[in-house]
């Protein structure tokens, strides 16, 4: 093991030495024209487009603005094929904290980034993505706070907030409505969106059309934090409460719970109940892959540990250095990993067409995140990467379920050699946490921690 020092000399060199390069997943093996100012390849740089006609159908974000997505044509055998990428981003559940985020990239189109990197299940590159390479991907921007779900109006004064993302997700998709081969994919709150609108988007396409969804890190657990407080669930009472999610709930699933507004993954199917949201959601698609770390390190700092549970910082060092963890800690931790599989266990033995790839990595959004979804580097289950997984399972190409070993004893994570050969080979900036002498897991980027 190393000591405290050698661990904290050893971050510091390792921030110091990627820091003087710009944020990108991209191939060093590209030959092709870049943006100067960044050292960006044009090609990962995709444009941002606002949704015509959105304001007329009331589908706007948290300020009013237009609601945006950015597009990356398909070409070849991929030209009539979509992926459509929700953005995660967490949620807002008071008038406060809506009205602080409308000043943001999460509450309007106004603060966001015009250009935005496509990498891992987004990449143009055949070598980073070989399953959707050469589809047509769509990252939808998140700007309402409640996965798109909500659709109400909140007035006082001159104060206006709109709620509006059930009515931004009708817009987009009467915008791009794909024809033939279709995924619907999201990460975090993103993730969460995948399950409230999957049955919906495949009601919407075809009855020709293949169809299918993937949740990433938006399998969240009805769990009590270590107090014994269900923290999580009377946030989320005021998500629904305040957007008026309810009403686009699936009205079979509110009917078998006594509790309409709360619902999460424990009973799986056929009533898919999903944690970081008080809703109650039934999935009915025979095709759904769920994409999850058994250590999620938003649901460690959110759910598990939030702040609340933790007044005198018991858990800090552990949240920051999993090796500083006491043997009681690691125990709480298998404990949540325990609730996790069982909540999964109903929907990989009922369907074989519903997949899974659960990781012990402490990471949270894998699928845009290059390291993670393919490269040499990346986490492996049985020897299958997350891009081969989820390419198994969308085309029927063998096992639809995977599930790692617990940690410490998972070889899934990330060496940290190998993160910085692949950090200064593909000028990537990353935000990473050590695990123990061997393994180090990525959590994140700047711009995508919830």
């Known amino acids: 093991m190393w000591s405290r020092n050698s661990f904290a000399a050893s971050l510091l060199v390792f921030v110091l030495a990627v820091s003087a390069f710009p944020w990108i997943v991209s191939s060093q093996q590209r030959k092709q024209t870049t943006n100067n100012r960044r050292n960006i390849p044009l090609r990962s740089m ?5 949704v015509p006609g959105a304001a007329t159908r009331e589908a706007v974000c948290l300020d009013g603005s237009s609601p945006a997505y950015h597009l990356d ?22 008038v406060a904290s809506c009205l602080a985020r409308s000043t943001t990239r999460r509450g309007s189109t106004r603060y966001m980034n015009k250009l935005e990197v496509f990498s891992g299940i987004l990449s143009s590159d055949e070598s980073e993505n070989p399953d959707f390479y050469n589809w047509n991907r769509v990252k939808i921007r998140y700007c309402d706070g409640a996965s798109f779900g909500g659709d109400s109006v909140y007035r006082n004064g ?3 907030l709109h709620f509006r993302g059930q009515r ?5 998709i009467a915008d791009l409505l794909p024809k033939d081969w279709a995924l619907l994919s999201g990460c975090s709150a993103g993730g969460l969106a995948t399950f409230l609108h999957c049955d919906e988007f495949e009601r919407l396409l075809p009855e020709s059309a ?3 969804c993937l949740s990433d890190a938006g399998f969240f657990l009805d769990a009590t934090d270590v107090t014994g407080s269900n923290t999580m669930r009377t946030f989320f009472n005021g998500v629904v409460a305040l957007q008026g999610v309810q009403r686009n709930l699936n009205t079979r699933c509110t009917r078998a719970h006594s509790d309409p507004h709360i619902s999460y993954p424990d009973s799986m199917f056929p009533h898919i109940r999903s944690a970081s949201s008080p809703i109650c959601i039934a999935i009915h698609s025979d095709a759904f892959f769920i994409l999850n770390s058994a250590y999620d390190v938003y649901q460690f700092n959110h759910i598990f540990v939030p702040p609340s549970a933790d007044p005198n910082e018991h858990w800090t060092r552990c949240k920051l250095d999993t090796t500083a963890c006491t043997s009681d800690q690691i125990s709480v931790l298998q404990g949540y990993r325990h609730q996790m599989l069982a909540a999964l266990s109903a929907s990989s033995s009922r369907d074989m067409r ?30 299958k990467t997350i891009a081969g997984a989820v390419g198994d399972w969308y085309f029927d ?13 998972d070889q899934t994570c990330h060496k940290p050699q190998a993160i910085i050969a692949y950090t200064q080979q593909s000028h990537i900036m990353l935000i990473f946490t050590f695990l123990d002498d061997h393994c180090v897991c990525v959590i994140g980027w700047p711009q995508e921690l919830a």
């Open 73 to 94: 044509r398909g070409s070849g055998g991929g030209a009539a094929n979509w992926l459509l990428q929700f953005e995660g981003g967490g949620w807002c559940n008071s």
């Open 168 to 172: 931004i997700w009708e817009a987009i």
């Open 210 to 212: 293949t169809v299918k």
């Open 354 to 383: 519903r997949g899974s790839f659960i990781d012990s990595c402490f990471a949270h959004c894998q699928s845009e995140l290059q390291v993670a979804w393919f490269t040499p580097y990346s986490p492996r289950i049985h020897n």
């Open 397 to 409: 190409r063998g096992d639809t379920s995977s599930i790692d070993v617990p940690y410490p004893c």
């Open 158 to 160: 001159t104060t206006v």
């Open 46 to 50: 995709v444009g941002m487009t606002l």
